[in-house]
């Protein structure tokens, strides 16, 4: 199941479980995002129906930034104009959770927690780390100790 969405003057195919970038939205403390501005939502076997008030899609915010800079160059020749400017705009990435109708709801599988990585032990505490990095500082000598200016040439 899919619904076709607009957000920020954009539409948007969203399915349960996309993750979307959208103009940035001003969301309450709790992260989640209700879109009201619903165009279409297909059902199943290929369905298409114009939805009514009883449909809706709801998000979870997963994070807020601003995209690359976009520079906007004018010029006008022979008239010594120019000038540079930069934009980057802001936006909100949403995570699509539910889209609901006609009483029936479809949801995103939740997402696995994840778990805080382990410290890894110090290379410097284990005996075989010291012997595995030794022998490769000494190429290292070689190589450079290989390598002499050439004699200079006598007149």
């Known amino acids: ?29 709790d992260g989640k995002v209700e879109f009201g ?40 020749r022979k008239k010594q104009y120019k000038k540079l400017r930069g934009h980057r705009q802001a936006f909100t990435a949403v995570r699509i959770t539910e889209i609901a109708f006609d009483g029936q709801k479809f949801t995103a599988p939740e997402l696995p927690k994840k778990q805080p990585k382990a410290k890894k032990a110090a290379p410097a505490e284990t005996g075989e780390a010291k012997s595995a990095k030794a022998p490769a500082k000494k190429k290292a000598a070689k190589k450079s100790a290989a390598k002499k200016a050439a004699p200079k040439k006598k007149k």
């Open 37 to 76: 501005d619903i165009l279409a939502v297909s059902g199943g076997e290929g369905q298409i129906a114009k939805p009514q008030a009883d449909a809706h899609v709801t998000g979870q915010v997963v994070e807020q930034g601003r995209e690359k800079k976009i520079l906007v160059f004018h010029y006008k």
């Open 1 to 29: 199941m899919y619904a076709v969405i607009r957000a920020g003057g954009k539409q948007y195919r969203v399915a349960p479980g996309d993750v979307i970038r959208v103009e940035s939205l001003g969301t309450g403390t």
